[in-house]
């Protein structure tokens, strides 16, 4: 069989910029952008807009690769404006691009689907290298991030107490509503030995009755 020949199209296609759109309400820092993305070939900036309401009207009618997205817009901020654009264009890549470095934003976007996140004093080449990994569907977080997000779950499991597997499954029993020999029944320990669990449960959460004890279960994520 013949190979095909490699069309204009597909030469053309392989080739093509990468089209960004800047959303961020400081013309400096846009102005600063467009600059620094020009430089590069591989990437065309196809518009800039200050506020969610105009990004989603354009979104309306076009289309880009990929969205540099600040968290602080005078209008609609940005944790939410991820989940409005991924609802409009669920194919456009957007990369979270702020000055905001506390972990739970930064998981917030996350979650509501960026597919990367820099910090603004991120370099020229590491923002060059975000936009075109995540255009090719990978995730990019900057390394400064890489480390706010690591310390945030290094922090969270240091302030978490360490549960044995039962201490945990009696816990969930708690929760629950059961008693202490509903809970040893279904067990097949001795209501005594609940009672131990609860209070070794207690002492590690620092509290002293069941309410309390399940509020901070619930606030660290043990169940």
Do not use: C, W
């Amino acid at each position: 069989m013949k190979a095909q020949p490699l069309t204009y199209t597909s030469i053309s296609m392989q080739h093509r910029p990468i089209s960004v759109l800047i959303v961020d309400d400081h013309p400096m820092v846009v102005e600063g952008l467009k600059t620094l993305l020009s430089d590069n070939h591989t990437l065309m900036v196809k518009t800039h807009f200050t506020n969610g309401k105009d990004t989603l009207d354009f979104l309306e009618k076009e289309i880009v690769d990929v969205i540099l997205l600040d968290v602080n817009l005078p209008d609609i901020n940005g944790v939410e404006m991820v989940k409005l654009i991924l609802d409009k264009r669920a194919t456009i890549k957007i990369l979270g691009l702020s000055t905001y470095s506390e972990p739970s934003i930064i998981n917030q976007m996350i979650k509501n689907g960026v597919k990367g996140y820099l910090l603004k004093n991120a370099t020229s080449d590491e923002l060059v290298n975000a936009i075109t990994q995540v255009d090719q569907g990978n995730f990019y977080f900057g390394s400064e991030v890489q480390k706010i997000l690591a310390d945030s779950v290094s922090q969270e499991s240091k302030d978490s107490p360490k549960l044995t597997r039962r201490e945990t499954h009696i816990l969930r029993l708690i929760a629950d509503g059961k008693t202490t020999n509903t809970i040893a029944e279904e067990l097949f320990i001795s209501p005594l030995t609940v009672e131990t669990h609860r209070r070794n449960l207690m002492q590690k959460m620092e509290v002293s009755n069941a309410a309390s004890l399940i509020k901070i279960a619930v606030e660290k994520k043990l169940i």
